[in-house]
């Protein structure tokens, strides 16, 4: 099981923020591996400012459940990710491995190509939500 941290950040439309890491076609949230002895909150902030160069908005995190799926990039492997809300601080960036970001509608993702996880879990997590947008 690959262990991670990620984020569930939408704009003001509603539609949510995805990456796709160098190498790879899928796109899925920003995220990634915890270090030792650190807090999901310092991790998933470590991870957004490695891979977006942006920060998180204090405060903002919130915690949304732990979800599994097939991982997109490992045949074979199951990935459990730990899933927040957050809102971005700064402009996002792409750096480090990830090649490209864009907005999906998790209504009408189109034919932008998803990672399982994202696909089937995350997007219709974002459609139930009725706490608000988390908008940058």
């Known amino acids: 099981m690959i ?3 990620a984020a569930l950040i939408r704009n003001q439309h509603g539609h949510v923020l995805l990456v ?3 190498g790879t076609e899928s796109f899925m949230q920003p995220g ?3 270090e030792p002895g ?3 909150p310092d991790s998933l902030a ?3 400012r490695e ?3 942006c920060g998180v908005v204090p405060g903002s995190t919130k915690k949304l459940g732990v979800f599994e799926a097939p991982a997109a990039n490992e045949p074979g492997q199951r990935v459990r990710a730990t899933m927040y809300a957050a ?3 700064g402009d996002i960036a792409c750096q480090a491995e990830i090649e490209e970001y864009t907005w999906v509608d998790p209504r009408e993702p189109g034919d932008t190509p998803l990672a399982p996880l994202t696909r089937d879990a995350i997007l219709p997590l974002a459609l139930s939500l ?3 947008i988390h908008a940058l």
């Open 3 to 5: 262990e991670i941290v």
């Open 20 to 22: 796709r890491k160098r």
């Open 32 to 34: 990634g591996k915890r």
């Open 38 to 40: 650190e807090s999901d």
């Open 46 to 48: 470590r991870e957004l």
């Open 51 to 53: 891979e977006l160069g």
């Open 87 to 89: 809102s971005l601080a």
């Open 130 to 132: 009725n706490d608000g």
